[in-house]
């Protein structure tokens, strides 16, 4: 919002600079200004620094970490009001530039092409989502954890169990019950399912921030056996801190847990952290190690597909990853979609990339056609789901709507379609937008066909391919995904290698890309 303000709709960041810098935006002007002395800041303190400095408490800020100025490669960006973007190593990215952080604080307006038209919209549509979401709001996005265990859909000892009794210990309802303080919103949003918690006592005393998502809680929490719910605060504000993806710091870890149970890592190796299941002490020592670059941490911060290949002795098994990216927290044992949403996902394993087993939990989209709630066993007609919901995300993205909104808060999707013509005044239509989703989707793949990704690279771990699930809802269960890719390709106009086929690239009025491929 600051950004638009200061008169700029996005930022492309070239080159490199000869030492640490940040980016100040404002009013139209753009300032590259010293960083040496926040480098090494924390990225909460960072921002708090650069805004003191330039005696603007108001802007908006984003920083990494130290994570981030030490290259790790599952570093993030943070914003300073908790999120972050941070899947994929973006911060080692922005590290690579000597950027350490961007603010941005504008006076100017912004205004609708149709703003008649755009009051009356948000105003029905604020109504919808509030009474909606209200158990968003109230527990945030934690409060399924007990009831994805329940239904097979929580990640458990690094996906190899189906049951974790002690998953209301970690739930966002008992957040509510103990720690939680206060709701946290992004910009003028009616839900504010962040959570804001503090703790008085114990061992991760004194502690008070931005409290953990479902995707961290499962991350930190069930996939390494812990259940303590204080320590998973308190391993979220270190990642947060440093500038970490929660769920690669969690997955890896979850994989090292696995490798140090087997025998393939030794106190010898993790500089004497004992990396056993659900040892809630070990997780915060090695998030330390990690975000500094230190010890065994330094081969963890790499990542779970890296670190098992500098380890070697087999632990390239027990690796969790997809393209090279850890899977999030939903399982494609109960969700079979998925699974292949996860293979085919262009960054590796992304839950983001389509949200498809919503169908399979009755969540329906009648305007895209998906009127009908299926069995998230089965793999009949995933692939079409898989399609359509990726094209659906890609149109959320590109609009700059959340995506709890715009697919759990009950609005028509019709609103999207409506929301773009009142604010930029281009009629439009959603089947409009799909196609443009679908573009952009397609325009993804090129790229990645581009820089050499194949078909052998559009899989998931041969745990989920091979090794059923030994209980809970899902008990018996393997992902059967060769018949679901090769109906997926033929369904995105895609050659059997997963090349996009020229004629298709023709219909979506993609000409100029058809030498990338």
């Not at 300032?31 to 303190?45: L, Q, V």
């Not at 329906?364 to 359509?388: C, M, Q, R, S």
């Amino acid at each position: 919002i600051e950004l638009k303000r200061a008169g700029y709709d996005m930022l492309i960041i070239e080159g490199k600079a000869e030492k640490p810098v940040y980016l100040w935006i404002h009013d139209g002007a753009a300032e590259i200004k010293d960083a040496s002395g926040i480098w090494g800041m924390d990225t909460f303190s960072a921002c708090s620094a650069i805004k003191k400095d330039l005696g603007e408490m108001k802007a908006a800020a984003i920083s990494i970490g130290p994570a981030g100025e030490k290259l790790a490669r599952i570093a993030s960006i943070v914003s300073d009001n908790g999120r972050a973007a941070v899947r994929g190593g973006l911060g080692a990215v922005i590290c690579s530039k000597n950027l350490k952080a961007v603010v941005a604080r504008g006076s100017g307006k912004i205004n609708a092409a149709k703003p008649e038209m755009l009051d009356k919209l948000r105003d029905e549509i604020v109504e919808t989502v509030k009474n909606k979401l209200k158990a968003f709001s109230e527990y945030g996005t934690s409060r399924g954890v007990a009831s994805f265990e329940e239904m097979g859909n929580l990640p458990i000892k690094n996906w190899t169990k189906g049951r974790f009794p002690e998953a209301e210990k970690i739930s966002g309802i008992r957040m509510a019950e103990t720690i939680l303080v206060g709701k946290k919103a992004c910009f003028a949003c009616p839900v504010a399912c962040g959570r804001y918690i503090r703790i008085s006592e114990g061992p991760y005393a004194p502690l008070e921030g931005y409290g953990p998502e479902y995707e961290t809680i499962a991350a930190l929490g069930s996939l390494c056996m812990n259940d303590n719910l204080e320590s998973i605060a308190k391993a979220n504000d270190l990642c947060n801190r440093f500038g970490l993806d929660t769920i690669s710091v969690g997955a890896t870890i979850a994989f090292a847990m696995e490798c140090y149970e087997k025998g393939i890592i030794t106190k010898d190796d993790t500089g004497g952290v004992e990396l056993t299941w659900g040892n809630h002490e070990a997780i915060i020592k090695m998030i330390e190690l990690i975000g500094r670059r230190e010890g065994f941490g330094a081969i963890l911060s790499e990542g779970s597909k890296r670190a098992a290949e500098k380890i070697g002795k087999g632990a390239e098994r027990y690796a969790m990853h997809v393209k090279g990216l850890e899977l999030p927290m939903h399982s494609p044992y109960r969700f079979k979609e998925m699974g292949l949403q996860y293979a085919v996902s262009e960054r590796g394993a992304c839950h983001l990339r389509g949200f498809s087993m919503l169908p399979a939990r009755g969540i329906l989209f009648p305007e895209l056609g998906l009127n009908k709630k299926l069995d998230g066993f089965t793999i009949e007609g995933k692939a079409h789901v898989v399609k359509i919901m990726q094209d659906a995300c890609r149109v959320v993205d590109a609009l700059g709507i959340c995506k709890f909104i715009a697919f759990f808060g009950g609005i028509p999707l019709k609103s999207l379609a409506e929301l773009y013509t009142a604010v930029t005044g281009w009629e439009t239509t959603l089947g409009e937008l799909m196609k443009a989703g679908e573009r952009i989707w397609m325009l993804q793949r090129v790229f990645n066909v581009r820089m050499g990704v194949k078909r052998e690279d559009d899989t998931l771990p041969r745990r989920f391919l091979e090794e059923p699930m030994v209980e809970g809802a899902a008990k018996g269960q393997t992902v059967e995904l060769e018949p679901m890719l090769e109906e997926y390709y033929a369904e995105r106009g895609l050659d059997r290698e997963g090349k996009p086929k020229k004629e298709k690239l023709k219909e979506l009025n993609l000409d100029f890309a058809i030498k990338f491929v």
